[in-house]
């Protein structure tokens, strides 16, 4: 079936380190693929997307590109703040049904 | 911004109560979905709703049950509330367009039940 695997956390940054959040899908046909971030105390929301294959998806400073062919969509930014400390979670729809199919969720730490 | 709200933000309550959950959205959107969310993060789709009379049973069975009488709102209820159930509950809603349906969510209701 359909799911979306993640690496686990925590991860532990200092502030101005490079991030990188490893995700991987199992779907049938061409899913939409997503980040949400869900920063303490708050609901989740959208970081970014991709919608084909190569589509790169960007906002604050953080970057994803799906790849097809490692069925992969890797959250990655230059340089972290303390204030990108949350939980991050990669996410597909569009695979035969309407319901958003969401990874573990990866917490992030960034330390001053 | 989202425009999709749930009540309360924090619910403290003892074992047997009824209560319902809230939540409204303002963007019109059919979709609608209650998730839990455990201590580890990980979230569990427990209702959803295509539209108004439509509601769903998600993919972790819960003891809780919903309502979709109105376009705007999707409260769930439980009967008989136990610390079980003690959980974050996330309300989200979305546009129907498949295959690239992003959700928004509200802030959550954190229910502990004593």
């Known amino acids: 079936g359909n799911s979306v695997t993640q690496m686990e956390g925590p991860v532990t940054l200092s502030e101005e380190a490079f991030l990188t959040i490893n995700c991987t899908y199992t779907?049938?046909?061409?899913?939409?693929l997503f980040w949400y971030v869900q920063y303490p105390g708050e609901g989740l929301q959208l970081l970014l997307k991709?919608?084909?294959?190569?589509d790169k998806g960007s906002n604050k400073g953080f970057e994803a590109t799906y790849r097809k062919e490692t069925t992969s969509f890797h959250l990655e930014k230059g340089s972290v703040q303390v204030s990108d400390s949350a939980v991050y979670f990669c996410?597909?729809?569009?695979?035969?049904?309407?319901?958003?199919?969401f990874g573990a969720g990866t917490r992030l730490f960034v330390k001053a | 911004e989202a425009d999709i709200y749930q009540t309360p933000r924090y619910l403290v309550i003892g074992t047997g109560k009824k209560i319902t959950l809230e939540c409204s959205q303002t963007?019109?959107?059919?979709?609608m979905y209650w998730y839990q969310q455990d201590p580890g993060m990980e979230l569990h789709l427990i209702h959803y709703?295509?539209?108004?009379?439509?509601?769903e049973k998600g993919d972790l069975s819960s003891e809780s049950t919903v309502s979709r009488i109105r376009t705007e709102h999707f409260p769930l209820t439980l009967e008989s509330a136990r610390p079980s159930h003690t959980s974050q509950y996330l309300c989200?809603?979305?546009?129907?367009?498949?295959?690239?349906?992003?959700?928004?969510f509200g802030s959550g209701t954190q229910l502990s039940v004593l």
């Open positions: 991709a919608t084909k294959a190569d």
């Open positions: 996410a597909l729809s569009g695979t035969g049904g309407f319901k958003t199919i």
């Open positions: 989200a809603s979305s546009v129907d367009r498949a295959y690239n349906e992003k959700l928004f």
């Open positions: 963007m019109g959107h059919d979709k």
């Open positions: 779907a049938t046909g061409y899913p939409s």
């Open positions: 709703s295509y539209g108004v009379n439509s509601t």
